[in-house]
T-cell receptor, first 117, second 112 residues
């Protein structure tokens, strides 16, 4: 079974600053995806960024980037130039891949990020 | 291309009644997942379905809960004889074959 650990229940960052959210995972699988989802107060689950395990290059999406360390099983999210709209719960998630069939997500417990003026 | 559609957004049921939650996946997606989120907690996997098949229901309580994804129409999560502990947000997600999951806006179930 897979586990995902987010060790930071809450974090705070000032507007325009950079913040890094931590995530570690445990798996014996070799083929998988990792995700960061954002859940603002509206409760919508929004996909922020995705990383395929077989890719060595870290994924980036505008102000969001990841530091994927496969050997260490670490997958941190960096948010640059933080904006008030980034205030949300952030969930790290793992999805194993098998023989062309999608699989369920395993979520961490989340990090509540507050962006302040 | 519409996203994952869930309805209703909010559902109030009295203890003992039945709750039916609906989910229409994104066009072209053949996999549907249901997750439950209790207040101040992360999402917990319940069940994974493909058309007319339940692939993995390891996260779903054995009693009172059932799910289906018929050949035609939306996926349905059904909770019979609801209790206060069933109050939660229920999220549906759909996925293409190559992985990743896109979520609906969720249904907030309140049992009174």
């Amino acid at each position: 079974a897979q586990t995902v650990t987010q060790s930071q229940p809450e974090m705070s960052v000032q507007e325009a600053e950079t913040v890094t959210l931590s995530c570690t995972y445990d798996t014996s699988e070799s083929n998988y995806y990792l995700f960061w989802y954002k859940q603002p107060p509206s409760r919508q689950m929004i996909l922020v960024i995705r990383q395929e395990a077989y890719k060595q290059q870290n994924a980036t999406e505008n102000r969001f980037s990841v530091n994927f360390q496969k050997a260490a099983k670490s997958f941190s999210l960096k948010i640059s130039d933080s904006q008030l709209g980034d205030t949300a719960m952030y969930f790290c998630a793992f999805m194993k891949l098998g023989a062309g069939t999608a699989s369920k997500l395993t979520f961490g417990t989340g990090t509540r990020l507050q962006v302040t003026l | 291309n519409a996203g994952v559609m869930q309805n209703p957004r909010h559902l109030v049921r009295r203890r003992g009644q039945e709750a039916r939650l609906r989910c229409s996946p994104m066009k072209g997606h053949s996999h549907v997942y249901w997750y439950r989120q209790l207040p101040e907690e992360g999402l917990k996997f319940m069940v994974y379905l493909q058309k007319e098949n339940i692939i993995d229901e390891s996260g779903m309580p054995k009693e009172r809960f059932s799910a289906e994804f018929p050949k035609e129409g939306p996926s349905i999560l059904r909770i019979q004889q609801v209790v206060r502990g069933d109050s939660a947000a229920y999220f549906c997600a759909s996925s293409p074959e190559q992985g990743g999951a896109f979520f609906g806006q969720g249904t907030r179930l309140t049992v009174v």
